[in-house]
Structures are given as C-alpha cells and as structure tokens.
C-alpha cells in the first residue's frame, strides 16, 4: 500500500471514505444499467450468470473440488452466451449510459428543445386529424442525443416548417414517405421517411405493430420522443425512454409536449428542482436498496480476495491451495522513526496455482512485505494485497490472516540516531 496509502489518508480522511467512494461510484453505475435492462431477456440471463457464479464459490468455500470446477465452467460458457445473445441491450445500455444525467437539471434547462407554442398546437392538432382519418403516422421530436446515427435508413432531407397540410401529405397512402417517420430537430422538420430501429421487448401487447416497435426503439436508443398514430384503431400514443401510453386529444398531447420541449433558463416551476431531487433519491428505492447490497456483497468478496482486479477473472481457474505461515516484514521506514514494540510478525497466507510449483516452492523466502514510505509516527494498519507478497509466477494469493497488519512508529531518540537499524527497518 505505502505512499499511495499515506497520500490518500492525507487528502481524504479516515480510509473507510475512500471505501464508501468506491461502493458509492459502483453503486451509481450498477443501478443505471439495472433500470435498463430489467425486465429483459438480457437481466434473465444475467441473473443466470450471477447465480452460476455464487454456486461456483459456495463450492469453492466448501472444498467442492469437482463441483466447483463444473460451476466455473458453466459460468464461462453462460457469461459468453449472455455476451452474444445481449448484444443489442449491451449497446443500447452503453448508447443511454450518462453518469451527469441525474445531475443535469440544470443543464438538461439551459440546453432544452424549444418549440414555439404553435408548432406544437399545429403538432398536437395534425396528429388528431390523421387519427381521426385512421392514417398510420409516426413522429419523433429530436432533443439532447442525437438521433442521426441511429437511423437504419436516413430518409431525405426536405427541412420544412410544420404544418398540418404537410404531416398528412406526407403520411397519406400511396405516397413514397408514407410507411416512414418523420424526424423533427429544431422545431422543424428535417427528415421524411426515415425507417427507425426496432425495439426487441419481448412484452409488448399484440395489438402494437411496426409503428409502435419503431418508437419504442429510438426512444430506447436516445432522449428522443415519439408520437405514433395507430392506422388500425385511429389512437394517438406517446412514448418516451422506451414507455409507451396513450393521449385522448390535441390537447393533452400538446400539453404533454410542451412539458418536454419548452423548458427554458428561468421558467423552473416552484419546487421543481427540490422534487427531481426527491425523485432522483426515493424513486425506485426498493430497486437502489437492491442494487446496493449486491455492490456491498461484492465488495466485501472483493476485500477478503484482496486481489488486483486484472486477476479477477484469473481467480475462477482450477489449480491447488497451500496455506503458509511467512513473517511480517517493514522496508522504506522514514528518516527519524523507528518500528515500536506493537506490529504484527507473522501471516498466514493462503495460496492457489500448480500443484508441481507449490511442490517445490520454497516457503522460507515468503514474506510480507509492508511498504512505510511516506508514513507518520503513531499507529498504522496496512491492508495486505498481492503486491505485498513476491509470488512466482502462476501464484495467486486468496487470503491474508489477518488481513491488515498493526505496526507503531515512533520517533527515534537522539542515542538511536547512530545505531543500526534492525533487519525489519531496512
């Protein structure tokens, strides 16, 4: 651990803060990526996954040998299924991933689409009327993302304002951008007959078609909103991060519009900001209770390995354990301090590898190597990891007793200034 050690605790305090940092970050990340994939066939197949893996270490634990190495092969072959069969939710996942977006009301304010209050009413009311006539339409309102990239076929630019006459000439039947969407980007629109990538939900009513599968998946894939027109049933829908629901009139439709597109610097509703904040806290806290005990098992896994996270898919592998009793050794000591009667001497540390290399491994010259540099005088207590310990190679460490050693530095006396330091100092 050594100077990285003593700088941290310098700059942050007590250690624990750096630990509640790191939960705090994997904590973020790991539930936004829960809220988009749950309910999906890719979340099924993670929790397959996950479950092979904890077999695998409860057998592990166990002293399974024969079960623990089955599990661990069938959690690889299970981890490589669930890469190639999610592909689509892997890069949906990291296409919406944004760590600021639950911070960026402020942002989300200043940079937010504006529509004028009658480009969306002549919206609102173009839709109704191609509802009313049971013509098929789809329409998706560009804001933050962008949506350009996504489209699996670009359509043609014609960038016109929005006018009624115009949404229904262009959704009419017969006409050559009917069975398209139209993309709309600065309250204009900017593209006719754009084809849309289809969501791959698997729990969608059945009276929803194409149209609806479309929306779904540019929402899904991007901010972007979407309002689509059932040609069958002649019913207008709104759909927004992959949620869909329906609207009776223009006028609610407009409303729900301007909710999303007129927000401008200054035009914050009372109390708006203290309920986004209350939201982004509370809302959904039996899933973020969830998501932060399996970070917290994790991490505590994590600590007892006390591995160098590149090993971590090294850790799963079949070999041999040896445990060995090695003594506790301090180097780099600071100018002025001497090592006080309270350290710890000894360790017991368990091993994993070959068994023909643990045969011949020569356990007098392990030890554990505990790095002082930049330390003060006082007590210290140094978590042990696999750098500490000079392994050959093909040597994995899976645990350390105890896993901190305590050792007390204290400020030389002026007759000690001259003497030899003791072996354990140098």
């Not at 077999?55 to 040998?65: C, D, K, P, S």
């Not at 479309?214 to 949620?243: F, H, P, Q, Y």
């Not at 160098?308 to 354990?321: I, N």
Request: aromatic share 8%; with cysteine; proline share 5%.
């Amino acid at each position: 651990m050594g100077a990285p050690f003593g700088i941290a605790e310098g700059l942050l305090g007590p250690l624990p803060w750096i630990h509640a940092i790191d939960v705090g970050i994997m904590w973020f990340l790991l539930y936004q990526v829960y809220v988009r994939i749950r309910g999906t066939q890719a979340m099924r197949l993670l929790l397959r996954v996950f479950a092979a893996w904890l077999g695998h270490l409860a057998a592990q634990a166990a002293g399974l040998t024969l079960t623990s190495f089955l599990l661990w092969a069938l959690w690889i072959a299970l981890l490589i299924f669930f890469l190639i069969h999610s592909q689509a939710e892997i890069q949906r996942v990291l296409r919406r991933l944004n760590p600021m977006r639950p911070f960026g009301l402020l942002l989300r304010l200043a940079r937010g689409v504006r529509l004028a209050d009658e480009s969306l009413a002549a919206l609102a009311g173009s839709v109704f009327a191609l509802a009313r006539k049971e013509i098929g339409a789809i329409v998706v309102l560009e804001r933050r993302d962008s949506i350009e990239p996504l489209l699996r076929s670009p359509g043609e630019v014609i960038d016109a304002e929005i006018r009624p006459a115009l949404l229904e000439t262009i959704f009419s039947p017969g006409t050559p951008y009917h069975d398209g969407a139209i993309y709309i980007q600065d309250g204009r629109v900017h593209r006719v007959g754009c084809v849309l990538p289809l969501s791959e939900a698997e729990n969608l009513p059945p009276d929803y078609g194409t149209r609806h599968r479309a929306a779904l998946g540019i929402t899904e894939s991007s901010d972007a909103l979407a309002v689509v027109v059932s040609e069958e049933r002649g019913e207008v829908s709104t759909v927004e991060d992959g949620r869909i629901k329906s609207v009776e009139t223009a006028d609610a439709l407009s409303a729900w519009l301007t909710a999303r597109l007129q927000a401008r610097r200054g035009e914050e509703a009372p109390g708006r900001k203290e309920a986004f904040l209350k939201e982004a806290v509370l809302g959904d806290w039996r899933a973020k209770l969830a998501v932060l005990a399996a970070v917290l098992a994790l991490w505590s896994l994590g600590m007892r390995q006390r591995e160098d996270p590149r090993d971590f898919f090294r850790r799963f592998g079949a070999g041999a354990e040896e445990r060995f009793s090695v003594p506790v050794v301090f180097y780099n000591l600071p100018a002025g301090l001497a090592l006080g009667g309270e350290r710890t001497r000894r360790a017991e540390v368990r091993l994993r590898g070959r068994r023909d290399i643990l045969n011949f491994l020569d356990a007098a010259r392990l030890r554990v190597a505990v790095n002082l540099a930049g330390a003060r005088a006082g007590l210290h207590e140094r978590a042990v990891t696999a750098r500490d310990i000079d392994l050959p190679a093909g040597m994995r460490l899976l645990e350390v007793r105890p896993a901190e050693v305590r050792v007390r530095l204290r400020a030389k006396k002026q007759r000690e200034g001259n003497s030899p330091a003791p072996e354990s100092e140098k």
